[in-house]
Nanobody, 119 residues
């Protein structure tokens, strides 16, 4: 059973905002890099952002740089993704994954949360 559970998706208009959350069950969350990835309809998985285990280092895809913010609260075993200035092309299913930029692809992901941006 995958120990990750995302929430916070929804439908918004272009320019809107959302906050996604991902809770990881179990131990050692504070030793894990974490990432958010997304999948648009008919497309493959796209890496969005990663955060280091302590939260001090972050990295973003060029397509979301300056609009999305990844953060974490290790006391709550939770990683967040704040989405702002949303665009239609940001629509898709968003997943959190264990691992950073180089490690997420081979690591567990949650079930995903749907983000739909439309006017």
């Amino acid at each position: 059973e995958v120990p990750l559970a995302e929430s916070g998706g929804g439908s918004v208009q272009p320019g809107g905002s959302l906050r996604l959350s991902c809770v990881r069950r179990g131990f050692n969350f504070d030793s894990l890099f974490m990432s958010w990835v997304r999948q648009a309809p008919g497309k493959g998985l796209e890496w969005v952002a990663s955060i280091s285990s302590g939260g001090t280092n972050t990295r973003y895809a060029e397509s979301v740089e300056g609009r999305f913010t990844i953060s974490r609260d290790n006391r709550k075993n939770t990683v967040y993704l704040d989405l702002k200035s949303l665009k239609v092309e940001d629509s898709g299913v968003y997943y959190c994954a264990e691992g950073g930029y180089h490690g997420w692809a081979d690591s567990p992901r949650g079930q995903g949360t749907q983000v739909t941006v439309s006017s």
